[in-house]
Every structure is written in C-alpha cells, then in structure tokens.
C-alpha cells in the first residue's frame, strides 16, 4: 500500500542525495529545538477498490533533540485539498470525496548524520486522524442525493526521511511515512517541507 508514494520518494531522495554535498554539516545535538512546515500528500489505499483517493495536507511539527541524534516531535495537520472519483451506474452517476480534516500525532526519530550533507533518520510513534467522506448520487429517476459522515482512527506510525542542512540553521525535508496500516486500508503520506533549528 502506498507504493507510488514510496516510489516518488525514492526518486527525490537520490536526486537531493546527489546535490546535497555542498550543504553544511548537520547539528543534532542535544538540546536543540526545532520546528518546521511540509506540503503533504496522502494516499488513502482502500482493499478491494482499485483507485485510491490523495487529499492534501499542511503538517506543521516542533520537536526537541533529548539525545544526541534522538528527537521527539509533535505534529498536527490540516487539509488544504480533498479528492474525488466519480463512478458510471446503469442508474446513473456516484461521486465519492475523502479529505483529512485533521491528523495529530508524537513520534520518536533516530538521526544518523552524513558529513557535510544533514541526515537520514527513521520515524516511530503513534498517529490519530479525522477523515471526511461525501457520497453523491444522482439517479435518473429520483434525482440528486447527499450523504456526508467522518470516521477517526488511531495506530502505530512509522517511516523515513532525509534532512538536507542548507544552513546551519535551515534544512529541507523530505518524508515518507504510513500513518496507519489497517487490515481494510492503510494512510500514507509523503511530507515535503522546511525545518528551522533554534
């Protein structure tokens, strides 16, 4: 599940690999604090249906080193897009749209540092979202017809990242994480973004 996500990540993560070797070295060190905002794109993979649904997001996140290399982060995140599929029936037209109205989460991150390029580092922690979905019908016979409901849900979150130090208080980042992994569907997301050290 969420394999054209890892896949783009994968891609980023050599292309920024390449470049990187003029950045300054990362700083890791106990103490530090940071914090940081990424574009994300979710991947919400359904079993049994074969298009997934990709909703847009903000996450904003803050964290502390409490060891060398080893942070602890908070992040919350709220949608900036939804996403739809529409579907052909003998009877006429269905329409479905997910959005994430919120997703909130701590996480515990281990940093093992390159020279003069910034890090990678592995995600753990644990993840509660909010999801919205919307189903419209519109029959030929009876007309239109809304349906609105959300769901939450909560489990073990994990991934991994690369931080690309610009400055010696500046990276860019990028992320691939599953958010939640369920026996029917599972949440992925590749996060994009800026972080500033302090």
Same mark, same amino acid.
């Given at each position: 599940?969420?394999?054209?996500?890892?896949?783009?990540?994968?891609?980023?993560?050599?292309?920024?690999?390449?470049?990187?070797?003029?950045?300054?070295?990362?700083?890791?060190?106990?103490?530090?604090?940071?914090?940081?905002?990424?574009?994300?794109?979710?991947?919400?993979?359904?079993?049994?249906?074969?298009?997934?649904?990709?909703?847009?997001?903000?996450?904003?996140?803050?964290?502390?080193?409490?060891?060398?290399?080893?942070?602890?982060?908070?992040?919350?995140? /709220?949608?900036?897009?939804?996403?739809?599929?529409?579907?052909?029936?003998?009877?006429?037209?269905?329409?479905?749209?997910?959005?994430?109205?919120?997703?909130?989460?701590?996480?515990?991150?281990?940093?093992?540092?390159?020279?003069?390029?910034?890090?990678?580092?592995?995600?753990?922690?644990?993840?509660?979202?909010?999801?919205?979905?919307?189903?419209?019908?519109?029959?030929?016979?009876?007309?239109?017809?809304?349906?609105?409901?959300?769901?939450?849900?909560?489990?073990?979150?994990?991934?991994?990242?690369?931080?690309?130090?610009?400055?010696?208080?500046?990276? /860019?980042?990028?992320?691939?994480?599953?958010?939640?992994?369920?026996?029917?569907?599972?949440?992925?997301?590749?996060?994009?973004?800026?972080?500033?050290?302090?």
């Amino acid at each position: 599940m969420g394999r054209c996500f890892l896949r783009k990540f994968i891609r980023a993560f050599l292309v920024i690999g390449s470049v990187a070797m003029a950045a300054n070295a990362s700083h890791l060190s106990e103490g530090t604090k940071y914090g940081g905002l990424s574009y994300t794109m979710m991947d919400y993979d359904l079993d049994g249906v074969s298009e997934s649904y990709s909703p847009a997001a903000l996450t904003g996140r803050l964290g502390i080193f409490v060891k060398e290399g080893i942070a602890v982060e908070g992040r919350l995140a /709220l949608e900036i897009s939804d996403d739809s599929h529409s579907y052909d029936a003998s009877w006429g037209e269905a329409k479905v749209t997910l959005g994430l109205k919120s997703l909130i989460g701590a996480y515990v991150i281990g940093h093992v540092p390159l020279e003069n390029v910034g890090s990678i580092y592995g995600v753990l922690g644990f993840t509660k979202l909010e999801t919205s979905v919307r189903y419209q019908e519109y029959d030929n016979s009876w007309g239109y017809y809304s349906e609105s409901a959300s769901e939450s849900d909560s489990g073990l979150s994990y991934g991994f990242g690369f931080d690309w130090k610009v400055r010696s208080d500046v990276a /860019l980042n990028i992320e691939y994480m599953l958010y939640v992994n369920e026996s029917d569907y599972s949440m992925s997301a590749l996060n994009m973004g800026i972080k500033f050290y302090f």
